[in-house]
């Protein structure tokens, strides 16, 4: 049985305390935080008028509301039944909801594995951006979408130690791909020719 929590909140308050606790507190995939409707509670302690900041906040708010209300199919929504539906995920909402994604999300949302992922699929915390850029480089078949996406990340790359080649070449190795992306062939090593 869910905690019943707080009664004075309303549906969109528990839900945006909720998200916010999510999206705020749990900085890796191992250590996420305790979503609870006294949690929520606690977190608006010195809040009178909990709002969304965001239209990105909007339409969570209004993705977890209505899912917990499609799920129990009533027109209410119970803290506890919020507070466990965040819980379990943010990213799949994001997703049902339509929420836009920034490249490094989009990126992030196509290329995290292990505790990246479950970051990603809890609490929306995208991938390093050098990490994203270099899942792409990597994936031969990256469609479109996904270099492009890459290339937006290139201002906030290092500089170029950390990248085979460095910087330099990557970017035109993407951009090459976005050129011709059903020709595009990594090029071959000349070693063991005669």
Same mark, same amino acid.
């Given at each position: 049985?869910?905690?019943?929590?707080?009664?004075?909140?309303?549906?969109? +308050?528990? !839900?945006l305390?909720?998200?916010?606790?999510?999206?705020?507190?749990?900085?890796?995939g191992?250590?996420r935080?305790r979503?609870s409707?006294? +949690?929520?509670?606690?977190?608006?302690?010195?809040?009178?008028?909990p709002?969304?900041?965001?239209?990105?906040e909007?339409?969570?708010?209004?993705?977890?509301?209505?899912?917990?209300?499609?799920?129990?199919?009533?027109?209410? !929504?119970?803290?506890?039944?919020?507070?466990?539906?965040v819980a379990?995920?943010?990213?799949?909402?994001?997703?049902? +909801?339509?929420?836009?994604?920034?490249?490094?999300?989009t990126l992030? +949302?196509r290329?995290a594995?292990?505790?990246?992922?479950?970051?990603?699929?809890?609490?929306?915390?995208?991938?390093?951006?050098?990490?994203?850029?270099?899942?792409?480089?990597?994936?031969?078949n =990256?469609?479109?979408?996904?270099?492009?996406? !890459?290339?937006?990340?290139?201002?906030?790359?290092?500089?170029?130690?950390?990248l085979?080649?460095?910087? =330099?070449?990557a970017?035109?190795?993407?951009?090459?791909?976005?050129?011709?992306?059903a020709?595009?062939?990594?090029?071959?090593?000349?070693?063991g020719?005669a």
């Amino acid at each position: 049985m869910t905690d019943p929590g707080p009664h004075a909140l309303s549906e969109n +308050a528990v !839900a945006l305390g909720a998200i916010r606790l999510a999206t705020t507190r749990a900085t890796d995939g191992r250590s996420r935080p305790r979503i609870s409707p006294r +949690a929520v509670e606690e977190f608006w302690a010195e809040t009178p008028l909990p709002a969304p900041a965001t239209d990105r906040e909007h339409a969570l708010v209004y993705a977890v509301v209505y899912q917990v209300r499609d799920d129990h199919h009533r027109n209410t !929504a119970e803290p506890g039944e919020i507070c466990d539906l965040v819980a379990s995920g943010l990213a799949p909402l994001a997703r049902r +909801a339509g929420v836009p994604l920034s490249p490094l999300e989009t990126l992030t +949302a196509r290329y995290a594995v292990g505790p990246a992922r479950r970051a990603w699929h809890h609490s929306l915390t995208p991938l390093d951006p050098l990490d994203a850029f270099t899942a792409v480089r990597a994936d031969l078949n =990256a469609e479109p979408e996904y270099v492009s996406a !890459a290339l937006t990340l290139v201002p906030e790359l290092p500089e170029p130690h950390e990248l085979p080649g460095g910087l =330099a070449a990557a970017v035109i190795e993407l951009r090459a791909r976005l050129r011709a992306p059903a020709r595009w062939q990594p090029p071959r090593s000349r070693r063991g020719r005669a």
